[in-house]
């Protein structure tokens, strides 16, 4: 059985959303930075990991380690 939402109820996106403004803003803050650079940074630092980890995938695929394997068995 669920409760009825209070007034004080929030979406989970919500929460979310001002968590990651507030750590955000704290690493702003902390780093003496405005905060569009801080999330620009994070923005830019996101997609050189994701560049890399999808680089890392390609060069860890099954097939290309089997041949690698055989070839340095022979």
Not at 23 to 44: D, F, I, K, Q, Y
Not at 55 to 71: E, I
């Amino acid at each position: 059985m669920s409760t009825p939402a209070g007034p004080d109820a929030r979406p989970a996106s919500a929460i979310l959303e001002w968590l990651t403004g507030f750590a955000t803003w704290l690493l702003a803050r902390s780093l003496n930075m405005p905060e569009p650079l801080v999330a620009a940074t994070g923005s830019l630092v996101f997609a050189h990991v994701q560049a890399f980890e999808t680089r890392a995938v390609k060069t860890l695929r099954a097939r290309r380690l089997s041949r690698r394997l055989q070839s340095w068995l022979r």
